[in-house]
């Protein structure tokens, strides 16, 4: 089935642990995206990228790094987890101009100790 | 002002109900909108794009008023499986999109 596809589903880090979270679209979209959903903040953006090859910051990116791998595949890494970045992550893309809106990934639910 | 702001909720409507929601926005020179619909602990599912005065798609209908900077969704005859969150979205520069935290909505038998 087309979409976004975000593994894992659910992970549980101490804290000082790394780890990637991989995301793959089969839309052939331009721009992909991750945010992180927190009770209370809505969806908020870590990072993006707008086509292969590029990365650009959004609202919260501190402790997270990402890599557009090829035109399919953005991950997500924490580098050293904290608490704080305990979350739900949502991996989405849409078209280069957006006009049809986001296609989400289900999420993956981290939990740092 | 943030820049998307919506009404936390929660609506609890009777079934067959009527509700509306309010979204509000600070970027005057935005074009595009959008609702999406989240269950619980699932992702977000685009429900409805608005691009000019409104949108309507069966039960649900959206409306924009770039005077007011609001949008509105509007749900008729409610039913039970309408009950979610409706987050609304508005674009920020370039291909990036702010979402509001959602408006919680229960239909109840």
């Known amino acids: 089935n087309a979409g976004v596809t975000q593994t894992p589903k659910f992970q549980v880090l101490k804290t000082g642990q790394s780890m990637t979270l991989q995301c793959a679209q089969d839309?052939?979209?331009?721009?992909m995206y991750w945010y992180r959903q927190d009770p209370g903040m809505g969806l908020r953006l870590i990072y993006y990228s707008a086509s292969e090859g590029t990365t650009d910051k959004g609202e919260v990116p501190n402790g997270y790094n990402v890599s557009r791998l090829n035109k399919r595949e953005f991950s997500l890494r924490l580098e050293s987890a904290a608490p704080s970045q305990t979350s739900v992550y949502f991996c989405?893309?849409?078209?280069?101009?957006?006009?049809?809106?986001?296609?989400f990934g289900s999420g993956t639910r981290l939990t740092v100790v | 002002r943030k820049e998307v702001e919506q009404d936390p909720g929660p609506f609890n409507v009777p079934e067959g109900a009527t509700v509306a929601f309010n979204c509000t926005y600070s970027?005057?020179?935005?074009?595009?909108f959008f609702w999406y619909r989240q269950d619980c602990r699932k992702e977000p599912k685009l429900l409805m794009s608005v691009y000019s005065s409104g949108n309507e798609d069966g039960r649900f209908t959206a409306q924009l008023n770039r005077a007011s900077q609001y949008i509105s969704l509007l749900i008729r005859d409610s039913k039970l499986s309408d009950s979610a969150t409706y987050l609304c979205v508005v674009p920020n520069t370039g291909n990036q999109f702010y979402f509001g935290t959602g408006t919680s909505l229960t239909v109840i038998p």
């Open positions: 989405a893309s849409c078209t280069l101009t957006g006009d049809y809106g986001y296609t």
């Open positions: 970027n005057s020179a935005s074009q595009s």
């Open positions: 839309m052939n979209h331009n721009s």
